[in-house]
């Protein structure tokens, strides 16, 4: 466990175009890394983006359009969807599971 006063999330729509964009292309290449070697840097690189601690980083997947960037191994947060294939499944944040769960 990390201290309970570390950043655990992030708001999609505070970072800046370019790094949205950014974003968004790790994001892509994360879904289909075909290896760790591929994977981990890509999220560490995704972790930095979003200045939040290692981890899986996911963008909440609820039906919300809910901007929360989080870690998926956080308490509370809900695998809606696995991923067939690729690698990341769809993804509700801690609040989002709270306030809305989801299922596929
Ligand atoms: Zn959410
Ligand atoms: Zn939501």
Not at 26 to 49: H, V
Request: net charge negative.
């Amino acid at each position: 466990m990390t201290s309970a006063f570390a950043r655990s999330e992030a708001d999609y729509n505070t970072l800046t175009p370019a790094a949205q964009d950014a974003f968004n292309q790790l994001m892509e290449q994360a879904d289909t890394a075909r290896s760790n070697t591929e994977y981990l840097p890509l999220m560490q690189a995704l972790a930095g983006l979003a200045d939040l601690p290692q981890g899986e980083i996911r963008k909440c997947g609820c039906s919300c359009w809910c901007p929360v960037i989080f870690d998926a191994n956080a308490d509370g947060a809900h695998v809606i969807e696995e991923s067939k294939g690729y690698n990341l499944g769809r993804v509700q944040c801690p609040t989002c599971a709270d306030r809305h769960l989801e299922t596929a």
